[in-house]
């Protein structure tokens, strides 16, 4: 990396020269520690305690995607944990990384997922490139009669719940279509929420393209 390098917003490194070939990368390491040392919410000073820890590893010792809330507290009590502590033991441990908790949302509460990747699983089920996942999709929905609802999801980014329903068959549903719904990544559609014939149905903005004639 050239001196230009220091007025980018990224740290445009080179990994075959290693840290002492490599200005870039090593001061990516120095921005690193700086911040982490200058973090506001300081939690690199933040006590946890020992019995949050076990909790935490045991967890993910599970192998689990996911635990419901009851598992949790149940995990909490053996590692000699205060239940009552295990909201604001999970909240911290969202903030951490370590976990994807939404304990401020009703419909959400009752869900710890313990490994990210089992989000974008699931979510990829939907949002994905299908011109490169087409075959796959197509035989897959063709042999469950979901056909013609595949045509508008990838003609019109508009999903039913019974295709949305037969793509997330083995997840939560409901816990998967409110993260979505809250992360705006699915809109009910119509947008006045009257619902045609056929059940309901959600936009899936990120699939929307533009099209040659400038229509939505």
Same mark, same amino acid.
């Given at each position: 990396a050239g001196e230009d390098a220091q007025d980018l917003p990224f740290f445009p490194t080179d990994n075959t020269k290693g840290a002492a070939g490599d200005p870039a990368l090593r001061a990516l390491r120095v921005a690193a520690q700086e911040a982490v040392k200058n973090d506001p919410l300081n939690y690199i000073a933040h006590e946890i305690p020992m019995s949050w820890l076990n909790v935490l590893d045991t967890m993910q010792k599970t192998n689990e995607g996911s635990l419901n809330l009851d598992d949790v507290t149940e995990i909490a009590e053996q590692c000699f944990a205060n239940p009552d502590d295990v909201p604001k033991m999970l909240k911290l441990f969202h903030e951490l990384g370590n976990l994807v908790y939404f304990g401020d949302h009703e419909a959400l509460a009752d869900t710890v997922?313990?490994?990210?990747?089992? &989000?974008?699983?699931?979510?990829?089920l939907v949002i994905r490139d299908?011109?490169?996942?087409?075959?796959?999709?197509?035989?897959?929905?063709?042999?469950?009669?979901?056909?013609?609802?595949?045509?508008? &999801?990838?003609?019109?980014?508009?999903?039913?719940?019974?295709l949305l329903r037969f793509l997330w068959r083995g997840y939560d549903y409901g816990y998967l279509s409110t993260l979505m719904k809250r992360a705006s990544?699915?809109?009910?559609?119509?947008?006045?929420?009257?619902?045609?014939?056929?059940?309901?149905?959600? &936009?899936?903005p990120s699939l929307l393209q533009n099209t040659a004639d400038g229509a939505n």
């Open positions: 997922t313990l490994q990210p990747q089992w &989000l974008v699983d699931a979510i990829s299908y011109d490169e996942h087409d075959d796959n999709f197509k035989q897959a929905t063709a042999a469950n009669n979901y056909a013609e609802a595949c045509i508008e &999801l990838k003609s019109k980014a508009v999903i039913s719940e019974k990544l699915l809109c009910p559609w119509p947008v006045d929420g009257n619902a045609k014939k056929g059940g309901a149905k959600f &936009l899936v």
